[in-house]
């Protein structure tokens, strides 16, 4: 009996960590400039309409994180970026993806735009935890707060 009890318990255990496993990643990037993060205000889906997020997105097949990073900074505000290590916990998105931020420098004088959003912002510390975020990017609040004034 004790053994089928553990055998059933580890079963279980390895279908959590597979599933886990399978998860997309959604790459977040935290861009921070002269102690100050680019948050960036959702134009679409309607249900997800007027609240911040971190831009980001998918990482596609064959790409990886830093590349998503890039390539997500370049195509929603039109600036180029260095990545620079993640930062804070995946946060997990309904059952199939997994959100993971990047820290990421922009370029020297580069101006960002909304290009896909309804508008950009650079918020100071004290600003974090009035956004109305993402769930998930609600999470991230107490990690970024370090890195800002
Ligand atoms: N999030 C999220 N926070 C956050 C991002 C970039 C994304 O919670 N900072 C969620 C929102 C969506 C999913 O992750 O449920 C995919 O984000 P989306 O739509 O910005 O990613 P894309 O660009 O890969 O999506 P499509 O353009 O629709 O393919």
């Known amino acids: 009996f004790v053994l089928r009890l553990l055998r059933s318990r580890v079963a279980v ?5 597979e599933s886990w496993a399978r998860r997309r990643i959604v790459v977040g990037a935290a861009i921070v400039r002269d102690g100050r993060l680019l948050v960036q205000q959702r ?6 309409a007027g609240r911040w997020e971190l831009p980001g997105g998918r990482v596609e097949d064959g790409e990886d994180e830093q590349d998503a990073v890039v ?3 370049v195509e929603e505000l039109g600036i180029g970026v260095r990545p620079r290590g993640r930062i804070g916990t995946d946060v997990p998105l309904g059952d199939h993806l997994l ?3 990047h820290l990421a420098r922009p370029a020297d004088g580069a101006t960002a735009a909304a290009l896909e959003h309804r508008q950009v912002r650079w918020v100071g510390a004290a600003e974090l ?3 109305d975020w993402l ?10 707060r370090p890195l800002l004034r």
Do not use: K, T
């Open 71 to 73: 390539r997500e900074c």
């Open 43 to 48: 134009a679409r889906p309607a249900e997800l």
């Open 135 to 144: 769930d998930a990017d609600r999470v991230l609040v107490h990690s970024l």
């Open 13 to 17: 255990v390895r279908e959590l960590a």
């Open 99 to 101: 959100l993971r931020v």
């Open 129 to 131: 935890g009035e956004l």
